[in-house]
Antibody, heavy 127, light 106 residues
Framework: QVQLQESGPGLVRSSQTLSLTCTVS??????????WGWIRQPAGQGLEWIGH???????KYNASLKSRVSISIDTSQNRLSLRLTSMTAADTAVYYC???????????????????WGRGTTVTVSS | EIVLTQSTGILSLSPGERATLSCRAS??????LAWYQQKPGQAPRLLIY???SRATGVPDRFSGSGSGTDFTLTISKLEPEDFAVYYC????????FGQGTKLEIK
């Protein structure tokens, strides 16, 4: 059974860069059908999709974060990474690593829903 | 961006009752809709995908219906462990979530 574990600093200073890692166990990231991504959730609020990446390295990001976010994947190490620059208090949240099921949209292959979630890691931005 | 509206913010019901949660999309998402359950301090859990298919291990008291812009998650007979927050998510065009419906014990 695939499990995801997020790791990284719990506290980041305002204007600095957040770097998180997600380690995948119980299976290979190289399945060829799944996407891997990040979701975040501020305390007491809803879920926000940050972005995702395919094993080919092709990625897509939330338009509201696109200028600050980068997601990378290392299938040899079974690791997913998130980098978010210019952090502000609005970026304080629980960050989840997720596996997205891939599927066909007509003739295109794309991400659908999230079937595996990590436990999440809390990131607080301090001034 | 496709906006998903879960019009009921809080739904108060008793165990044994039937729960009906709604999710409306700002434009058609076909059947590209999923539902998640989130309990306090836990990550969300996939319940329904493709608008009506139950994920592995999900009890059959959970069912999903709808297509296009209007979707429903029904819990036929509430168990104590079903009281949680429920989110819908569309994957027809990019990925977006509804704001959630909290199902609380009456």
């Amino acid at each position: 059974q695939v499990q995801l574990q997020e790791s990284g600093p719990g506290l980041v200073r305002s204007s600095q860069t957040l770097s998180l890692t997600c380690t995948v166990s119980g299976g290979s990231m190289n399945s060829g059908t799944n996407y891997w991504g990040w979701i975040r959730q501020p305390a007491g609020q809803g879920l926000e999709w940050i972005g995702h990446i395919y094993t080919s390295g092709s990625s897509k990001y939330n338009a509201s974060l696109k200028s600050r976010v980068s997601i990378s994947i290392d299938t040899s190490q079974n690791r997913l990474s998130l980098r978010l620059t210019s952090m502000t208090a609005a970026d304080t949240a629980v960050y989840y690593c997720v596996r997205l099921v891939g599927g066909w949209f007509g003739e295109l292959w794309g991400p659908k829903y999230m079937d595996v979630w990590g436990r999440g890691t809390t990131v607080t931005v301090s001034s | 961006e496709i906006v998903l509206t879960q019009s009921t913010g809080i739904l108060s019901l008793s165990p044994g009752e039937r729960a009906t949660l709604s999710c409306r999309a700002s434009q058609s998402v076909s059947s590209d809709l999923a539902w998640y359950q989130q309990k306090p301090g836990q990550a969300p859990r996939l319940l329904i995908y493709g608008a009506s298919s139950r994920a592995t291990g999900v009890p059959d008291r959970f069912s999903g219906s709808g297509s296009g812009t209007d979707f429903t998650l029904t819990i036929s007979k509430l168990e104590p462990e079903d009281f949680a927050v429920y989110y819908c998510q569309q994957y027809d065009t990019s990925l977006t979530f509804g704001q959630g419906t909290k199902l609380e014990i009456k």
